[in-house]
């Protein structure tokens, strides 16, 4: 009923569950999944566009600019021994032909075509060695316009690629952080007493802003990543799977550099997302608590203490970056290592004429495209790791039990509420507007705050509950509005058990006019009308001339439709509390419950809105919060409590007949007053 789940403790958060966590986020991925989809498609074709340019190099190369040696092109059967490449030229070309007659030493004719070693091409003119190789320049260039096709192919088919991911990034992103704001509004209150407001700030922004790049780097790139990976490997096996298995002699070393790395990584995520979530607390305190801060000269000290906490994540920040500033170089001396591996045996296997020099230069692009994956997935996983530590807190909020519309008690409680309503009542009792039947309530496990109270309250009666601080006052407004349940008792309005119905329902019969009212920015018009449906403009007029509060509507700048501030921080305490009780008036209410609607404000003030209360609840059943016992007096009925029970109840007379704990408290107030005096 009151679970510590509700404050989630962030530094103590277990071993990573990433699975888990991708489970948590698959729902708000399916609604675009199509989209992921596609993306991964285009990635895959972006992938083969990728492996596709090293092997155009090698075709260029292994049959245009170096072409590789191939001994039937001569009938020499000595020199066809010799390890010599020749061009092939063909003779049936009058141009070509020309040349070859001219240099007669520098050829071996066979038939229709004749081969010169590209030794002897040095001696020939450059004019002439253009005609000669006039199909290898051709083919080369249309290679070359093959290959920057491909290129521009590549890039629109990213930026496609990316702005779908984007989209979908940013959608996903929306739907996460208004289901959060929904889910967070549902929360109790005693969740919000255990939380501060810039933690859950950071969680529905900072954290879910962090989410972006898993969306967007992350699942689609790792999709590419592995694929390059999958495909550079077979293409290496293929071209020389003996050269390939040296080059993956260091797979090893870097997978376990990778792992190493990135549960340092996460490590310094976690620390850093909590610093974050600190600072921020810090801010809104600090905002908040402005005033009090001034007043007693603690700006220094107060300016120490953020100073302190952001030192502490710029140590956590630094950490983070000290494991990128060692990871990320350490992979790359791992990648050149196996580089200067491949081009140390490849290059005797080209010398020995065991693989073409197009081969060679294929496997060294093919090998630093190797490991450029293997280096994005390793950094991708670490940013993952930022994203999982952001995900794990907001995913801590929505494992929170929200307070649901339709929430009720257990089946078998209702029943037992049902005897108990039975026994309870005689017909009279059960027409009762509210009845408190043996209630017992605490917040913490063995801290009891009401101990079986007791009481009825008929309909238009005003019940006034006295007692000292902490005698559980406001506790008992909280179980009306069933922000929290009790440990055991029953609650009834108007014959039902509150535990047997919604807590909409049921707060659509109550308005509660609070001690320390709060306002939203606005106009006054919609801060009254706030939380009443289908209010229109005559039945606020009418209200506020039925409560004489027209002369404060009019001291208003710009009347009823007066911009307020955040908290209504612009107008004073009584013109706050007159808004407040217009706001719970408007909504024509069955139960009014007032938390001492006048300790903040003047006595002229008070006394206004005295009167105006008398008048307002008239006919009403209210429920008066007396911090001032003279706002008790006129009360129909006075509640004493005291250590969470109730030792007396009557009017004001019969209390101050009795000389007990009431009058007791007069008599303090009394002389408290007049000390001040």
Not at 79 to 88: A, C, E, Q, T, V
Request: proline share 2%.
């Amino acid at each position: 009923m009151h679970s510590d789940q509700s404050c989630f403790e962030e530094e103590k958060i277990g071993n990573t569950y990433d699975i888990n966590l991708l489970n948590n986020l698959y729902p708000f991925v399916k609604p675009y999944k199509h989209y992921f989809l596609i993306s991964i498609l285009l990635v895959i074709f972006i992938t083969l566009l990728d492996l596709a340019l090293p092997y155009i190099m090698k075709i260029a190369i292994d049959k245009y600019i170096v072409p590789k040696i191939n001994h039937s092109q001569i009938n020499d059967h000595d020199l066809s021994k010799k390890n010599i490449r020749y061009l092939k030229v063909d003779l049936t070309d009058l141009e070509k032909r020309r040349i070859v007659n001219k240099y007669p030493d520098f050829f071996h004719i066979n038939g229709t075509s004749a081969c010169i070693s590209f030794k002897n091409l040095g001696s020939i003119k450059k004019t002439e060695i253009k005609v000669l190789r006039s199909d290898d320049i051709s083919g080369v260039g249309k290679l070359a316009i093959v290959f920057v096709c491909l290129i521009i192919l590549n890039f629109f088919l990213n930026f496609i690629q990316i702005m779908i991911m984007e989209y979908t990034s940013q959608l996903t992103m929306h739907d996460m952080r208004v289901r959060l704001f929904e889910h967070i509004q549902n929360l109790s209150i005693d969740f919000f007493s255990r939380n501060s407001v810039g933690r859950l700030v950071t969680r529905s922004t900072n954290d879910i802003q962090n989410m972006h790049e898993l969306f967007t780097s992350i699942i689609a790139f790792v999709f590419k990543d592995l694929f390059l990976l999958i495909g550079i490997a077979l293409i290496l096996l293929w071209l020389d799977w003996k050269l390939a298995l040296i080059s993956f002699s260091i797979l090893p070393v870097v997978i376990y550099v990778s792992k190493l790395f990135s549960g340092q990584a996460r490590d310094a995520f976690r620390t850093l997302r909590v610093k974050i979530a600190e600072i921020n607390a810090k801010f809104s305190e600090t905002i908040e608590g402005i005033r009090v801060i001034q007043l007693f000269l603690k700006e220094r000290k107060n300016y120490s203490n953020f100073k302190k906490l952001n030192h502490e994540n710029y140590l956590a920040g630094m950490e983070q970056i000290h494991v990128f500033a060692l990871f990320m170089p350490v992979v790359e001396m791992l990648g050149a290592l196996s580089l200067a591996v491949v081009i140390l045996y490849g290059g005797g296997r080209v010398m020995s004429d065991t693989i073409t020099l197009g081969s060679l230069v294929a496997f060294i692009s093919y090998t630093k495209m190797f490991f450029r994956p293997i280096r994005d997935i390793a950094e991708k996983y670490n940013i993952m790791q930022n994203a999982m530590a952001s995900a794990e807190r907001i995913f801590l909020i929505f494992d929170v039990k929200a307070e649901t519309d339709n929430e009720t008690k257990s089946a078998a409680k209702d029943v037992l509420n049902q005897n108990i309503g039975n026994d309870l009542t005689a017909k009279s009792d059960r027409m009762k507007k509210l009845v408190f039947d043996n209630v017992c309530f605490s917040y913490k496990k063995n801290e009891p705050v009401l101990k079986g109270v007791s009481f009825k309250a008929a309909k238009g009666e005003t019940i006034a509950i006295v007692g000292p601080t902490g005698s559980g006052k406001t506790t008992m407004i909280n179980l009306i509005e069933r922000f929290y349940d009790p440990d055991s008792g029953d609650i009834y309005i108007d014959g039902k058990n509150i535990g047997k119905i919604t807590r909409s329902e049921l707060r659509s019969k109550i308005s509660f006019v609070m001690q320390d009212t709060y306002l939203f920015s606005g106009t006054i018009r919609d801060n009254i009308a706030f939380g009443s449906t289908n209010i229109d403009s005559d039945t606020i007029d009418r209200m506020l001339n039925d409560a004489d509060f027209e002369s404060f509507i009019k001291r208003m700048p710009d009347g009823i439709n007066t911009i307020l501030s955040e908290g209504g921080a612009s107008i004073s305490s009584g013109e706050r509390q007159l808004i407040a009780i217009s706001r719970a008036f408007v909504r024509n209410p069955e139960l009014i419950i007032l938390d001492e609607a006048t300790s903040y404000i003047d006595s002229i003030t008070e006394k206004k809105i005295e009167a105006v209360l008398a008048k307002l609840l008239k006919g009403k059943t209210s429920i008066v919060i007396a911090h001032r016992l003279s706002t008790a007096r006129n009360a129909d009925r006075i509640l004493a409590l005291h250590k969470g029970r109730i030792i007396e109840a009557g009017t004001h007379s019969e209390l101050m007949a009795q000389q007990g704990f009431y009058f007791k408290l007069n008599l303090v107030q009394a002389e408290t007053i007049a000390v001040k005096k």
